[in-house]
């Protein structure tokens, strides 16, 4: 999972991709860190997505414009429209459905 940090790349980015799962997380939350390893499988099992994510500390507008009220915080675009915020991280089998669900 590629670590986007600079907001000005990381909006393009948004833009440009087809289908983006996008990772926001803070380093010193142990929740983030599971679920950022939960992210890792998912990430394999899951390829038609481009994965990516971002520490919030260093791009707060992020938060701002996307409205993300905790870490972890995983963001689900296609074409560069949001499509859905999760914030559960139930298990990987959960995240690959709530991933799977936006693929039709």
Avoid at 1 to 27: C, N, V
Avoid at 73 to 97: D, R, T
Wanted: with cysteine; aromatic share 12%; hydrophobic share 40%.
């Amino acid at each position: 999972m590629d670590d986007w940090t600079k907001e000005k790349h990381l909006s393009e980015r948004i833009m440009q991709e087809e289908k983006l799962a996008l990772y926001f997380y803070t380093p010193l939350c142990g929740t983030c860190q599971l679920a950022g390893k939960m992210l890792d499988i998912v990430e394999q099992a899951a390829k038609q997505f481009t994965y990516a994510k971002a520490n919030l500390n260093y791009v707060p507008k992020m938060a701002e414009i996307y409205q993300i009220e905790s870490v972890p915080c995983l963001l689900l675009f296609e074409k560069g429209n949001l499509k859905e915020k999760v914030y559960a991280f139930h298990s990987v089998p959960h995240l690959f459905e709530k991933l799977s669900s936006h693929l039709i």
